[in-house]
């Protein structure tokens, strides 16, 4: 099984991937979170950033996502610095009612939004593969549900179901839909494919 080291120190994270990548991948922690300054303007850049950072320190390949909160009507915030949207709120909750507040200023404002997520997988520094998954949805007008993290409550994901819940109320839904199910999924159909085509070798 390929193993590689979790560029990031977001436990939330490590534990969708476990889920994610069972017995496919192993995903392990670092020994030591590294603080990588995520000067990218592109959730690839950052995600490079990052995955490379680990690689170099720990000189084993590693796996970087960088993920992130698009609003259409919010373009100057959110997006590749959702991370750091109102630094002087500690909570999510708190951003989270930010961020309704800002829409609500102007009820006419669009309130569709998109997750994004990019992982790079750095197998060395000529070896590096990166992929992409998204999830469309509304930013809902509270905050809904006690799964998940980060702005999961306020996420209204597109589903055949329309029932209003966010994605903090749908943690299977997450696991098999979100945008970072939807970039592990093609992340396992690349690396089958190239292990298939590696056995079929004469
Ligand atoms: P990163 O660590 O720079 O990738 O930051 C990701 C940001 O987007 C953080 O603020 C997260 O809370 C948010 N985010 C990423 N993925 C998700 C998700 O699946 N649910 C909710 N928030 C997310």
Same mark, same amino acid.
């Given at each position: ?16 991937? #476990?889920? *994610? ?10 020994? +030591?979170? $590294? ?5 990218? #303007? ?8 990052? !995955?490379?950072? =680990? =690689? /170099? ?8 996502? @960088? ?8 373009? %100057? ?5 959702? !991370?750091?949207?109102?630094?002087? *709120?500690?909570? &999510?909750? /708190? #951003? ?22 990019? $992982?790079?997988? &750095? ?5 590096? =593969? ?13 905050? +809904? %549900? /006690?799964?998940?993290?980060?702005? @999961? ?5 597109? +589903?055949?179901?329309? @029932?209003? #819940?966010?994605?903090?109320? *749908? ?8 945008? +970072? ?14 292990? @298939? ?6």
């Amino acid at each position: 099984m390929k193993t590689f080291l979790l560029a990031s120190g977001n436990a939330h994270k490590a534990e969708e991937f #476990k889920e *994610l990548f069972s017995g496919t991948i192993s995903v392990n922690a670092a020994p +030591r979170t $590294l603080e990588v300054d995520e000067t990218g #303007k592109t959730f690839v850049e950052n995600a490079l950033l990052k !995955a490379r950072a =680990y =690689y /170099d320190t720990y000189k084993v390949a590693a796996l970087a996502d @960088d993920s992130g909160l698009v609003v259409e009507s919010l373009p %100057g915030i959110l997006g590749v610095q959702s !991370a750091r949207f109102a630094p002087e *709120l500690a909570e &999510y909750s /708190d #951003k989270c009612r930010k961020l309704i507040g800002l829409l609500n200023q102007n009820p006419l404002q669009s309130r569709n939004a998109y997750f994004v997520c990019v $992982l790079c997988f &750095y197998l060395s520094p000529d070896e590096i =593969y990166f992929f992409e998954g998204r999830v469309h949805g509304q930013i809902g007008s509270d905050l +809904r %549900g /006690d799964k998940g993290f980060g702005y @999961d409550p306020i996420f209204i994901p597109e +589903r055949a179901e329309n @029932d209003g #819940k966010s994605l903090a109320e *749908l943690p299977e839904w997450k696991n098999t839909f979100s945008h +970072r199910a939807k970039a592990v999924q093609s992340s396992l159909e690349f690396f089958k494919e190239s292990m @298939d085509k590696t056995h079929q070798r004469p």
